[in-house]
Structure formats: structure tokens, C-alpha cells
């Protein structure tokens, strides 16, 4: 093999799918088309999962560091907003943060690890047998090599060559609806009030450029292929809100469209797909980039744990399990959100839709409901299927950051245990006032069916330190009665138990730890 995982592509689902296979010591090599990275920034934020994400590698601060935070988001444009900061996280709002500052950091982060960068290579081709996978690579002046590897991954968005070579299905719907964008380096302030009160998006970016969203209803059928100029631009500002709100010096212009697609398989053989070229949709709230980053953190370890030959049976499969029906989640409320968007442009519905906006920006109001879309949006509300009979209603949830105190340990919050992406085995049983002895954590090392080297055990010191957050969050795995708690290097928990005594939890615990950690 000339390496063990090929990544095609790298973009921000591509770069952290990597940062995570050379984390567990996978080789990896990320081919991309491109001779350098992407200048222009479609996406601009990381919501709080996205973030947590990166606090759970050690990378928080480096993002927070060029970033700037904001409390809330919107679902569909609504008035009503929709209220990160009551969320469970230590990071609840939304990182405003150009793409192109996510790529750079996750690049850095990459090279750090050892990941093979090459960019000026085209993917060609993608072929697969039963030891491994060739792909065909274009580079400078048209030579083509072919690399061999164990296995490739498409992170190359919604024309993937990986995801048609592969054979898999991209059902969905065709574009109906598009709109434009537009970084301006000129723009007046005035004007851009009016058009933010008319539902434009104007926002602020660095270097003193200003960025412009629109939908006009009279270019909304335009193909999403057809280039925008800085005429037409001026054009939908002017019917919009009466201005052209002075824009000039456009840095970069560009189109989007409706066209809403979901792969029907994440996987097929050695061959897996992750980010856009598993789903596509119109960028409503800002989840796209966000779910290719949350893709690439759940499908990191399980194929590393593939190609390290230790994953127990059927553990790469249930990344199309997980993944899957959070694409289909994904694609469903991103088209309920642009059809809020689209019909008060269309002049026979608007008075329904006014309304129909109206009563939904009502139901925002109620905390509950709030809460709910604001966990969806956010990333912090998704949880996985619980696995196996009898399995703890915390199995599946997000990890959530509490504090621990733990003797011995410099950790002092859960995060903090998951940089080197292994397991980590808690042991909570002295707060819920079983008891456990200051062995413990050598003993269930020593104990682990495929020994100390995937596995973190730790046992709190009975400190009461433990406690969430808030008192109730979005996907918040409540642990009052939790003795033990595994949790999977993606912050997801594995296993939980409740079990007081302390016999009975060593075999439950052995169990889950041959399930989820390999015995070999």
C-alpha cells in the first residue's frame, strides 16, 4: 500500500477526517484538484457542536482566537431568534469564522499529525477489491499515477468522482430556487440597514469587507450556473430595498441553489463518503459545513480502528447507521427553511406566508420549542441509536463537559481526556455514593480486553463536581445515578451503567468494553 487512507479532498470535511485518522496513527494522504486553498468563504460560521468538537482535540482556542461569537442563530430567517446561549455547552453560540480560517487551521493542524497534503492532483478514477482501493491521480501536466491504499474517502462534495465511481445512489430534488453572495470591499452603511430590514444578509467579514445575501424574486429561477455580475447585484439591491447600498470592489460573487440530495449509502465496501458529497442542500442556517466536520469526527476512529485491525464487527458500518439519518434530518429542515424563505416572494402566497411566518416566529417564543430547533441547528441535540438490549438511555448522546475531579489527573473537565481520541472510561460511582477504592483505574486497565492502549480510565474523587451546566440542555446526558460511563472518542457515550454493585458492574463493564474497544 502506498498509504493506508486516501482522502479526496480537502475542505473542512476532508482536513478533519484526516487530523482524526493520523491522530490514531492511520497513514493518510489527502489528494485535491485545487493548486492551492479556496480564498473565498461560502460558509462562515461553526456552531456549538462544531466547536466542542474541536475543544474535545485540544483546537478550541485556536479557533476562538480568530473568531468572534455570537449567542444565537435563525432558523428560516425567522425574527425570533433562536437561543444558543441556553444550551448545555460550554460553547453555546455560534463561531463566526470565514471557511477559509476553518481550512487554514484544520490544514495546520493536519501537517502537525504528519497528513500528506497534495494539492494539483485530480482524481480521476476510483477503483476497489477485496484488499484495498486504487485512485487514479492527475497531476501537473496531465501525468496520471495511481495510488493504492486500504481505503479512500469522498470528501469531495456533490460532483464526487468517489460516490459515482462507488456506484452509490444520489437521489433528491433538482434545483427550483437560487440566490447570490457577494464580498464587497465598498458599501455603505445606511444602505445596508435598509436592505437588512427588507431581509437582505449584510454582514461584516475581515479586511473590511462586507458580505451580501439575497433571493430576488425576479432572478430567484435563475440557474445556479449562470455568473453573477456586479450589475445584476446592484439590480436586486435596488428593487429590494431602493438602494444599491453602494457596493463596489466585489472580492468574489457567486450564485447558489436549491438542489437537495443525500447519498443513499455512506458506505460501499472500502469506498465512504463524508461532507457534501454525501449531502447537499440549500445553505439554510448554516449546517452544511458544520455536518461534514461532525461527519468526519464520528467516521475518524472507526476506520482508523478498520485499519488498525483491532474494530470490533460491524463497527464501520455504523457510521451509515449514525450519519445517515442526520443527513436525512439535515436536507428535511434546510428545505422547510427555504420554502419559509421562497414563498413570501411569490406574490399568490404571500399573505399566507406572512402569516404562516408569523405564527412560527409565535412558537419560537415558547422555551421549549426554542430549545428544540436550537439543539437541531446547533448540533448539540443529536444523539445515536442505542445499541443492544437493555442499553442506558444515555447510550448514544453527546458527552456533555462537566467538571471532574480527579486525583492525579491534570484534567479537569471531560474535553480535556479526549484529546488523544481514545475511550475514556469514568468512574462516577463515589458521587452517587457507591464507593470505589483508589486502585480502580489500574485494575480496569489492567482488566480491558484489548488492554491499556485504547482506553482512559479515570475515577472521580467523589468531589459532587459532575453536575450539568444547566439545569436542562439539548442532548445534555443527565448522569444522577451513573456509576460507570464510557465514552467513544467522538464524545458520543458508549456505555453507561447505573448498577450499584460493583461485581455486577465489572462484567457489564467488561462487555462494553469488548463491544466497543475490540478484544484483540
Not at 1 to 26: K, N, R, W, Y
Not at 74 to 85: I, N, P, Q, V, W
Request: charged share 20%.
Amino acid at each position: 500500500m502506498d498509504t493506508d487512507v486516501i482522502v479526496v479532498g480537502a475542505g473542512p470535511t476532508g482536513l478533519m477526517l484526516a487530523c482524526e485518522l493520523a491522530l490514531a496513527g492511520v497513514r493518510t494522504r489527502i489528494v485535491e484538484r485545487r493548486d492551492a486553498p479556496q480564498p473565498d468563504s461560502r460558509a462562515l460560521t461553526l456552531h456549538p457542536r462544531s466547536v466542542e468538537l474541536m475543544d474535545q482535540r485540544g483546537l478550541a482556542d485556536r479557533f476562538l482566537a480568530l473568531g468572534r461569537t455570537v449567542p444565537g442563530w435563525h432558523f428560516a430567517g425567522l425574527g425570533t431568534r433562536l437561543d444558543f446561549s441556553a444550551l448545555d455547552s460550554r460553547h453555546a453560540y455560534t463561531l463566526f469564522l470565514a471557511q477559509a480560517r476553518t481550512e487554514a487551521l484544520l490544514e495546520e493542524r493536519a501537517r502537525e499529525l504528519g497528513v500528506e497534503i497534495h494539492r494539483g492532483r485530480e482524481s480521476t478514477g476510483v477503483r476497489q477489491d477485496a484488499d484495498g482501493v486504487e485512485v487514479d491521480v492527475r497531476g501537473p501536466g496531465g501525468r496520471v499515477e495511481t495510488v493504492r491504499a486500504s481505503y479512500a474517502v469522498g470528501c469531495d462534495g456533490g460532483r464526487s468522482i468517489v460516490r459515482r465511481e462507488a456506484g452509490i445512489g444520489f437521489p433528491g430534488t433538482d434545483e427550483t430556487l437560487t440566490g447570490v453572495l457577494g464580498d464587497f470591499a465598498a458599501a455603505d452603511p445606511e444602505g445596508l440597514a435598509r436592505a437588512r430590514a427588507e431581509g437582505v444578509l449584510a454582514v461584516p467579514l475581515e479586511d473590511g469587507l462586507t458580505r451580501i445575501v439575497l433571493i430576488d424574486p425576479e432572478r430567484m429561477r435563475t440557474p445556479a450556473a449562470e455568473p453573477v455580475t456586479l450589475e445584476e447585484f446592484r439590480r436586486s439591491l435596488v428593487r429590494i430595498c431602493g438602494s444599491d447600498c453602494g457596493i463596489g470592489r466585489p472580492r468574489w460573487l457567486s450564485r447558489f441553489g436549491n438542489a437537495t440530495r443525500l447519498a443513499e449509502r455512506y458506505r460501499s465496501g472500502r469506498l465512504l463518503l463524508a461532507g457534501d458529497a454525501a449531502h447537499i442542500h440549500f445553505p439554510a442556517a448554516g449546517q452544511g459545513l458544520n455536518t461534514g466536520l461532525q461527519d468526519a469526527m464520528n467516521l475518524g476512529w472507526k476506520l482508523a480502528a478498520e485499519v488498525n485491525g483491532w474494530a470490533p464487527a460491524g463497527l464501520l458500518d455504523t457510521y451509515h447507521a449514525e450519519r445517515h439519518p442526520v443527513g436525512l434530518a439535515v436536507t428535511g429542515n434546510t428545505e422547510v427553511q427555504t420554502l419559509l424563505a421562497e414563498l413570501p416572494l411569490v406574490p399568490a402566497y404571500q399573505g399566507p406566508a406572512a402569516a404562516l411566518r408569523g405564527l412560527l416566529d409565535e412558537l419560537l417564543g415558547i422555551e421549549e420549542v426554542n430549545r428544540r430547533l436550537a439543539g437541531l441547528v446547533s448540533g448539540l441535540g443529536i444523539g445515536y441509536p442505542a445499541t443492544g438490549p437493555g442499553a442506558d438511555p444515555l447510550v448514544g448522546a453527546r458527552m456533555p463537559d462537566v467538571p471532574l475531579g480527579i486525583p492525579g489527573s491534570a484534567a479537569t473537565r471531560v474535553y480535556e481526556l479526549l484529546h488523544e481520541g481514545r475511550f475514556v472510561l469514568l468512574n462516577l460511582a463515589r458521587e452517587q455514593g457507591f464507593g470505589t477504592d483508589g486502585g480502580w483505574a489500574g485494575r480496569v486497565t489492567a482488566a480491558t480486553p484489548a488492554g491499556a492502549g485504547r482506553v482512559t480510565a479515570l475515577a472521580s474523587a467523589g468531589t459532587g463536581q459532575y453536575r450539568p451546566l444547566t439545569p436542562a440542555g439539548a442532548g445534555h446526558a443527565r448522569l444522577d445515578g451513573v456509576a460507570e460511563v464510557l465514552v467513544r472518542p467522538d464524545g458520543h457515550i458508549a456505555w453507561a451503567t447505573r448498577t450499584a454493585g460493583a461485581a455486577a458492574r465489572r462484567a457489564e463493564r467488561y462487555e462494553a468494553l469488548a463491544a466497543w474497544a475490540g478484544t484483540h
